[in-house]
């Protein structure tokens, strides 16, 4: 075949160097940009049809808004009253997900009080009556319907509620570890022979002139830590980069108009511990509805939305956002204020543009924008949506991909195919007794891998069950298993999928040997493990500084001291 | 004229000042508020942060010699030290705790890595990264099947039995007989003792030069330094268990109002309750003091955790009410987002000697823009306390001048 000529769809926008190298050989049928929820579920569906899939993800799975929500797979509460039709896909979606992967779901019940005040008898009948209503839909999610509560069942509930309220309302919903959602669907597509690019920036989508039917893409990658070039052709080209959509498109030329988002912002605080059985709503000081939830083993104050203007691989919270949240939380629940705040953490929202509306007014909806319009036909970009919807995105995508593209009928499997160890929940006290490790351990193990955690303990040597991070804890053998079977190249990464150094100790006592086990499986030398190391330790160090409190404070000046003693500088 | 001095605080700096004191020939009172950050140091003995530390070191003073002398355990070799960290990196010291490998005599020479199963020890990454001299070889170091979870500090407790180093020494030198290669000396997970360093004992047995990494904090160091303090302190101060609340002059000098028990009269005193790390300065913005909404009143970020007439500030210059209620931004005051930052260098301002008023003397972490360092520490906790007792000497010298 003879070279052909690459022209991008429309006159380009960034320098061409890509062009003027030979044209890769790989052809696949669909190359996906952006490894978060959206671009992992498309994968993994589009595998599952038998398609061939090239995944890039610039940073790292789940590095934006993916693994950094409020970490729910919520029904849709919010929209009953305008489109019921989405909570009760919604809610159908979230029944889906706890049969694809128990082991990573966990109940979270909400209080919602409602304050005393002028309307606050009419105003809790209101809330009752729409949770009545929500209730229809919760059977589909194996939710429990709503409670009525007296002030005097709100306050046995969660003693630490204060101020005068009408009563409240409880409502079940259930908490999921969206990373490793990510980094499940993204296994289980390469698993199905999908090829994964991590830390694989895309630097331009071009188009081919004629095609041959091997592809009418180029997209054109480079690997960030080595630089080195890969690319494949590609016939249909998928956009799911959420919030960097536009800077994706204007890779391929094609007008950022069509997948304008407006970047909203949103920031966590986590606290050390779980200060409540319950998820808590709260109102902050402008209205807006904010919350404080028991999530895995620790707390988390959720959230902002502001729009955002900066640069989207690195989004950090802020000291005033923290104080926003804290404040707000602590009008109903006071006690946040006295705990203690262990790190923060924050995302882009890739929401529906539009100009005008406030924020929180934005839409929550998801669209497929086909490009055809556009001069480039079979790239489509997906905007908007949420993690509780990402499978049902992903489906309406692959079901257009699959028929209109390649005429491939093989209906959707993601909702009933388990992902990988979603086939059942083993026992973490026999699991602990068998393989000598404590039952915390293993506990945790198995709610990060279900049934592939028994595998993780039948290949790991004896040392390797030691605990690598005390915090969580999380085993040596799990590092290694984050290492070579999910794609984690830095310690931020094995962060990510294990919750490796997002404890109390920052990081103190596992980034170092981490960073070891990392330069070993990798084959780098050991200054670069412990560079590794030493950039997580930095990047979370930020991230804690700006919910500093008083023991907090304490614990920072003790890390830097450690780090100093062993390291220098950092 | 009573020659009375009282130290608060019972780490390297307050130990260094009451020994001090004491060979001055104060009478002196030693409040012990517990365990503070000398407990967490690892061994590495400095004076100034080890990247900007000179080739060549200063000698270290006759007084603060003496103090280390009557604590015994610790080594100030003439040119400096090497020690190696289990983050994988050699570095310089000035001095080290004697149970630490010190590799500046070995350079050159081949260096066992031990390797066994210790939580967090991969003696064949270590060896690694330490350099091409270091060689990774096995060896028998657990003796009991839960000392491969146990923490470092109690691991290394079991070594102060004679016969259970005696057991290590065995198996060390057999293992030397395995590797059959020339080690010339070995490096060892922290293990060697916590009563007393037993570095040199077991290096005699074994008949290489035997040592430790530096652990973490909280690692045997820390403990080993307790152990050697209450045996320096037990003849020559009256030491007194407890928190000290507060500090304000009396009649004769000071008065130090304790959390728990009398309240402790002395001419002198010296202040040595740490730092933000030992809990002698605590930061604290004013939103965490209060239940909700806005604080009453804005405040300074840092505070003292004992009620004395002293000012907290850096950089020579008081701290200043920030112009929010909520508190400062913290950004701008820690590190990674500031360097040198204030929370670096927070403490009370005093002069060369520790003095801040008439008979009131600071030392260690708690002064203000200062290094932080062990030896550094030491230094202040020795001239504090010289400084003491001298103005013990002069008659309850804070009353007179109040009168």
Redesign the interface.
Known sequence: MPEEPLVSVLPPPVAMAAAEEPLPRDSVDVAIIGGGINGTGVARDLALRGLTVALFERNDLAFGASGNSSGMIHGGVRYLSKSPQVTESSCRDSGYIQRIAPHLLFRIPFLMPVRQSAKGRIAFELIDAYFRAYDDYQPLKRGEPHCRLDAADLARLEPGL?GAVVGGITFDEWGVDGARLCVLNAVDAMSRGARVHVHTTVDSIARLVRSDGSGRYVVNARDRFTQERLGVRAHVVVNATGAWSPVTAALGGLPQARVRVRPGKGIHVVLDRRLTNYGILSEAVDGRQIFLEPWQNVSVLGTTDDDYYGDLDDVRA???EV?YL??GV??VF?SV??ARAIGTYAGVRPTLYAYGPNEDALSREHEIVDHAADGAPGVYSMIGGKLASYRLFAQELSDKVAEHEFEVQVPCATHVRPLPGGDGIPDAFEVADKHGITPVAARRLIYRHGTIALRILERAT??ER???CPCEPVIEAEVRHAVRDELARTVEDVARRTRLGFGACGG??CA??CG??I??ERGL???E??AL?SEFV?RQ??TR??????EQ??Q???S???W??????? | MTNRVVVVGAGVAGTAAALTAARAGAQVTLIDGGTGASTLATGALDAVFWPHAPAHPAPIGRAAREVLDALGGYALPDGGARLLTTSGVARPARGHDAALLDIMPLAGSSIGVVRCERPGWDGGALARAWGESFQPFDAVVIRHVDERVLPDADFAMRHDDDDRLGWLADRLRDALTRAGARIRAIVLPPCLGIDRPKGRALSERVGVACGEAIALPGGPSGLRFERARDRALVAAVDRVPGRATSLARSDDGWRIAMGDGPAREGDAVVLATGGLIGGGVEYAPAESIVASALPPFGRPPFRLTVDAPLTLGANGRPLELPGTLFGIAPESIAWPFARDALADRVGVLADVEGRTESGLFVAGDLRADSPRAWLDVLATGVAAGAAAARASRQGTGSAAMAR
């Open positions: 204060v802020t000291s005033e104080r804290v404040q602590a009008h006071p204020r006295s004896r040392s030691d605990v690598t103190m006592r170092m040997r070891q086990i330069a070993e030398p050991p200054a493990g412990r190391a930095l160090a930020r500084l700006v919910a500093l409190g008083p404070a304490r920072e000046a003790l830097l001291a450690h100093r003693a062993s390291l220098g500088e950092l």
